[in-house]
């Protein structure tokens, strides 16, 4: 094997972790659907920071390493109009996920507010700040940009 076919390898193993921490993303949203005590909210903040993590090395890998791939293998060049659009649509996909993580890190700091005060008991506010409609929308948006970007790669449209 030669070491470009080692960074494309480890450069589809970061999309993988992209696409997993997604997911979790969608399994958080839909299972704090209905949450609406702070213990509640603030119990899934651990698989928040593996979700967190995850996209950080799936983003970070795929757009290193697709650099790195677009540079190095003689048949691709930056410029090709599917690589352009791959590195639009990532960073629209960036930015898409961070208002998602914003919109849902709401219900976090209002958890930490209410059980810091003493309420533990269900909370109306809270279970609004879950179901945060900005949220669900960004996240939704964040997934299509995403299956995009897969797309671009797998077929390279104007290659």
């Known amino acids: 094997m030669t070491l470009d076919d ?10 993988f972790a992209f696409v997993g921490a997604v997911v979790l993303f969608w399994v958080l949203i839909v299972a704090g659907w ?13 698989l928040v920071k593996v979700g967190n ?8 890998g795929t757009i290193v390493l697709g650099i790195w791939l677009a540079f190095s ?5 930056i410029w090709d109009p599917w690589i352009v659009a791959a590195l639009v649509l990532w960073g629209l996909t960036g930015f898409a ?5 914003k919109a849902y890190a709401r219900a976090t700091e209002r958890a930490r507010e209410l059980e810091s005060g ?17 949220g669900l929308v960004m996240h939704t948006l964040t ?9 671009d790669m797998i077929w390279k449209p104007g290659a």
């Open 34 to 46: 209905n949450v609406d005590l702070p213990e509640d909210t603030l119990r899934v903040e651990r």
């Open 143 to 151: 997934s299509l940009l995403l299956v995009l970007i897969l797309v």
């Open 53 to 60: 993590a995850a996209v950080a090395v799936g983003a970070g």
């Open 73 to 77: 293998v003689g048949d691709h060049d």
């Open 97 to 101: 996920g961070q208002r998602t993580g």
């Open 6 to 15: 080692w960074i494309l390898a480890l450069h589809v193993l970061s999309a």
């Open 118 to 134: 003493g309420a533990t008991g269900p909370s109306p506010e809270l279970l609004a700040l879950n179901r945060t409609q900005e």
